[in-house]
């Protein structure tokens, strides 16, 4: 059983920065993607970024690109997210989420009906 979990949360000032992570367990494949999603209240999920563990690879959504980096310790199965410069606009509940492959697979457009498992979820409050 995959299982995930966020942690890196809370408040922090506009322009502020903050790094989530996302420690994965139970792949049973050697492939897999992490996914990152954010919810904010009265709106619908959106993809912010995804890693590719086989090849690297790394994907942003149009909102986030040049502020938010994804980053990962394979090793400990931990994927980061470094969000720098963050606005009144990015507050939420951020999740990651996760998909197994057989093979290489690489980062596109995230979207959640890609993603079979999923964290809890973290809050991130953006406020002076």
């Known amino acids: 059983e995959v299982r995930l979990v966020e942690s890196g949360g809370g408040l922090v000032q506009p322009g502020g920065s903050l790094k989530l992570s996302c420690a994965a367990s139970?792949?049973?494949?050697?492939?897999?993607?992490i996914g990152w999603f954010r919810q904010a209240p009265g709106k619908a999920r959106e993809g912010v970024s995804c890693f590719s563990n086989s090849d690297g690879s790394t994907y942003y959504g149009d909102s986030v690109k040049g502020r938010f980096t994804v980053s990962s310790d394979n090793a400990k199965k931990v994927v980061y997210l470094q969000m720098n410069n963050l606005e009144p606009e990015d507050p939420a509940v951020y999740l990651c989420?996760?998909?197994?492959?057989?093979?290489?697979?690489?980062?596109?457009?995230?979207?959640?009906?890609?993603?079979?498992?999923w964290g809890q979820g973290i809050p991130v409050t953006v406020s002076s």
């Open positions: 139970g792949f049973i494949s050697p492939h897999y993607v």
């Open positions: 989420a996760a998909r197994e492959y057989g093979g290489t697979w690489s980062c596109g457009p995230v979207l959640s009906y890609a993603y079979d498992d």
